[in-house]
Antibody, heavy 121, light 107 residues
Framework: EVQLVESGGGLVQPGGSLRLSCAVS????????IDWVRQAPGKGLEWVGR??????????EYAASFKDRFTISRDNSMNSLFLQMNSLQTEDTAVYYC????????????WGQGTLVTVSS | DIQMTQSPSSVSASVGDRVTITCRAS??????LAWFQQKPGKAPKSLIY???SLHSGVPSRFSGSGSGTDYTLTITSLQPDDSATYFC?????????FGGGTRVAIK
């Protein structure tokens, strides 16, 4: 069974940092693109960024809004994806989801349950 | 960036009704269009990819169509379990972008 489980969310002060994790199981992690998508309370979905598969050298893409503050990395030995978030602001308060794409495809299939990040003093 | 405009923002319909949601892209996206369903407090669920292909396990009352810049999600014979918010997304180019969502309520 394909599973993605996010963790690491919580309360952080403005200007602070946080690292989210996404532990995956049920599939070969290195074969798939994995993205981060976030959703502010009561709002729509916003794409954060992507890490590609081994065949694409694990390269990354980011939305412009996050390119200088957020970093996506992966530890294939741990079947885990990470989102390092720096210089957090109140508008970064959101549920953060990790999302998988099928092998050799670009669309999303499986979503994690999400982890809530609250930026507040 | 490609802007995705969904309409309507909300719709209320009766069980058994046909519901149509439209998504318009600001430029052609070559059928790289997906639809998601989200219920309150839950993660989105993938419904459709490549404009009209259903993910495994999605009921056949859901269908997608369209081309170029205009796409449609149709729910034939609306069921109580379909009460949710629906989002479209283009994955033709970066940054990936989503529509604003359509809330479907049951009368």
């Amino acid at each position: 069974e394909v599973q993605l489980v996010e963790s690491g969310g919580g309360l952080v002060q403005p200007g602070g940092s946080l690292r989210l994790s996404c532990a995956v199981s049920g599939f070969t992690f290195s074969d798939h693109y994995i993205d981060w998508v976030r959703q502010a309370p009561g709002k729509g979905l916003e794409w954060v960024g992507r890490t590609r598969s081994k065949t694409r050298s694990y390269t990354t893409e980011y939305a412009a809004s996050f390119k200088d503050r957020f970093t996506i990395s992966r530890d294939n030995s741990m079947n885990s994806l990470f989102l390092q978030m720096n210089s957090l602001q109140t508008e970064d308060t959101a549920v953060y989801y990790c999302v998988r794409s099928p092998y050799n495809n670009y669309y999303f299939d499986y979503w994690g349950q999400g982890t809530l990040v609250t930026v507040s003093s | 960036d490609i802007q995705m405009t969904q309409s309507p923002s909300s719709v209320s319909a009766s069980v058994g009704d046909r519901v149509t949601i439209t998504c318009r892209a600001s430029q052609g996206i070559r059928n790289f269009l997906a639809w998601f369903q989200q219920k309150p407090g839950k993660a989105p669920k993938s419904l459709i990819y490549a404009s009209s292909s259903l993910h495994s396990g999605v009921p056949s009352r859901f269908s997608g169509s369209g081309s170029g810049t205009d796409y449609t999600l149709t729910i034939t014979s609306l069921q109580p379990d379909d009460s949710a918010t629906y989002f479209c997304q283009q994955y033709d180019s970066f940054p990936l972008t989503f529509g604003g969502g359509t809330r479907v309520a049951i009368k």
